[in-house]
């Protein structure tokens, strides 16, 4: 079955970078053929797509939020999807799930994302 396993939060000063990891398996093709996002939810909060990675292409996509301070990369040997956080603010502070979907839908919207992880907090104070 599918698994989307998420590491690397914790907590960290304001100005600080975090690397979240998402490691994926149980398909029975490449991953790289779906959509993998980041979506982050804050306590009493609507949850927030934050950058996704699409398809063989790898075409990148980040939240007007988090433009230009995240990166979003994947590496296909090691079935794995990266979040990189730099200049985090407090405001970033949420639990973020890595999740995917088939392409084709809008990665901005939860509508179509069918596997979840458990979701790794990141705090910054």
């Known amino acids: 079955h599918v698994q989307l396993v998420e590491s690397g939060g914790g907590s960290v000063q304001a100005g600080g970078s975090l690397r979240l990891s998402c490691v994926i398996s149980?398909?029975?093709?490449?991953?790289?053929?779906?959509?993998v996002g980041w979506f982050r939810q804050a306590p009493g909060k609507e949850r927030e797509a934050v950058a996704a990675?699409?398809?063989?292409?790898?075409?990148?996509k980040c939240g007007d939020s988090v433009k230009g301070r995240f990166t979003i990369s994947r590496d296909n040997a090691k079935n794995t999807v990266y979040l990189q956080m730099n200049s985090l603010k407090s405001e970033d502070t949420a639990l973020y799930y890595c999740?995917?979907?088939?392409?084709?839908?809008?990665?901005?919207?939860?509508?179509?994302?069918?596997?979840w992880g458990q979701g790794t907090q990141v705090t910054v104070s």
């Open positions: 999740t995917t979907a088939a392409p084709g839908g809008s990665w901005i919207s939860t509508t179509g994302y069918n596997s």
């Open positions: 149980g398909f029975s093709y490449s991953y790289t053929r779906r959509c």
């Open positions: 990675v699409i398809g063989g292409g790898g075409v990148a």
